[in-house]
């Protein structure tokens, strides 16, 4: 009896969910892994397909856990996409270790028909390839990728990008992230050019795969010219205002402090021809106030950004050796008395991350205080001892502020 009644609570309960609308099954189900997804089809004869009809394909897992042997994980996602009656509009392929790919090597052919088959039969919106990758094991795009004309978010990371000669743009594209992807500045400055509608940007080089270890500036100095023989963005340095000219009405943007100098011809921060007037968040992550580039691009975007909200910094506390033996020729004061004029009207959150209590982070920590009078909060994390962090704090507070700011150190 007890079994009986359990049995028909159960189906009563699937009977429940099988009468919803189709559209919130979808949305169950796109809640879940596609694999459990798939699961579902033996519940019954009603749920056989049901899995197959939902927008979102998410082959990926969390770090470090691997979903199944590559082999079986590309087989499975071309006997999904066979078995597709409705239109995919969200598509993820997340891979962790590219060294489980053993003997048989990188599946570069297989990934490239499992892209273009998306690119002719499926009005993809959402893309994500991500490869825990680096050096000649990157993946290479196929062309079929810049056929995805519907893309509204576009996510890769560890891959090589190049363009396709007569490349229209991705005209509907409203976020973009290039997480350590191999990509030439003309190609970069191209596929900003063909994205109008771009309102998130996040560039993150390759810089630190090569960098990792090196502690000599000398040596510094001969990776930072590898790099640029080696075409990471290209054998010409671009400017400020050809990256800006390119996202007029950018909202959201994170960029790696490492590749300022591509974008930094001198260190004398310049004027925009048209102030980003959309422009809410930056992130400036792996930066150091040692770095004369890195604080010229931070002075540029400043005070080319009224409207900017909220900024959020991150230092390299590494960096430090780096540009050490270079401060003594560059100092904070070289581009804060180009912000002399500037006040952030609509800025009300700071963050940052790992501060040294070096001189120029105090200073410029005093210059947003003192030209921000809608601030409310300011999050510091400090690198620094305990004794040394009241006394940072207590500077603080006791620098000009523009607003009763809340400063909170951790």
């Known amino acids: 009896m007890k079994s009986k009644r359990l049995s028909k609570t159960k189906g009563s309960s699937l009977d429940k969910i099988t009468a919803l609308p189709q559209t919130i099954i979808e949305t169950i189900l796109c809640l879940i892994p596609i694999k459990e997804a798939a699961r579902t089809s033996i519940l019954s004869r009603e749920w056989r397909y049901k899995w197959t009809s939902i927008p979102k394909l998410d082959f990926s897992s969390p770090y470090g856990m691997q979903i199944m042997k590559t082999s079986k994980l590309i087989c499975a996602i071309h006997q999904v996409l066979s078995l597709r009656h409705d ?8 891979i962790d270790d590219v060294d489980r790919f053993g003997k048989t090597g990188f599946p570069s052919r297989e990934l490239d028909q499992i892209i273009r088959h ?10 994500r390839i991500v490869f825990d990758a680096s050096g000649d094991s990157l993946y290479k795009l196929p062309f079929s990728v810049f056929s995805l004309h519907h893309l509204t978010e576009l996510y890769l990371g560890y891959c090589s990008l190049h363009r396709q000669p007569k490349f229209n743009g991705f005209h509907g594209l409203t976020s973009l992230s290039l997480d350590f992807v191999r990509i030439s500045r003309k ?17 993150v080089s390759m810089f630190l795969l090569i960098l990792l270890g090196t502690r000599n500036l000398s040596e510094y100095s001969k990776l930072l010219q590898l790099m640029l023989e080696q075409d990471i963005l290209g054998h010409e340095k671009s400017t400020m205002i050809e990256l800006f000219e390119r996202l007029p009405v950018i909202e959201h943007l994170t960029i790696w402090s490492e590749i300022s100098p591509w974008f930094v011809p001198d260190l004398v921060p310049q004027e925009l021809p048209t102030s980003l007037i959309h422009l ?9 106030f040692l770095d004369g580039f890195g604080l010229t691009f931070l002075a540029v975007l400043i005070k080319n950004s009224p409207n900017l909200e909220k ?12 540009y050490s033996e270079c401060y003594e020729n560059y100092h904070s004061d070289v581009w804060l008395e180009h912000l002399s004029d500037v006040w952030l009207e609509h800025l009300n959150e700071l963050k940052i991350k790992y501060i040294s209590n070096l001189e120029p982070e105090m200073e410029f920590l005093k210059f947003i205080l003192a030209r921000s009078p809608k601030l409310k909060k300011v999050s510091i994390r400090s690198e620094v001892e305990k004794d040394q962090e009241s006394g940072m704090l207590k500077t603080l507070l006791r620098a ?11």
């Open 87 to 94: 239109p995919v509009h969200e598509f993820t392929l997340s």
């Open 118 to 127: 998306l690119s002719m039969n499926h009005p993809v919106k959402k893309l």
């Open 400 to 410: 000009p502020r523009a607003s009763a700011v809340e400063i909170d150190v951790v």
């Open 187 to 203: 190609t970069l400055l191209h596929l900003l050019s063909t994205s109008p509608s771009l309102r998130s940007f996040t560039l």
């Open 311 to 322: 900024i959020d910094l991150e230092i390299d506390t590494d960096s430090m050796v780096y």
């Open 280 to 288: 809410k968040y930056f992130s400036f992550t792996q930066m150091s």
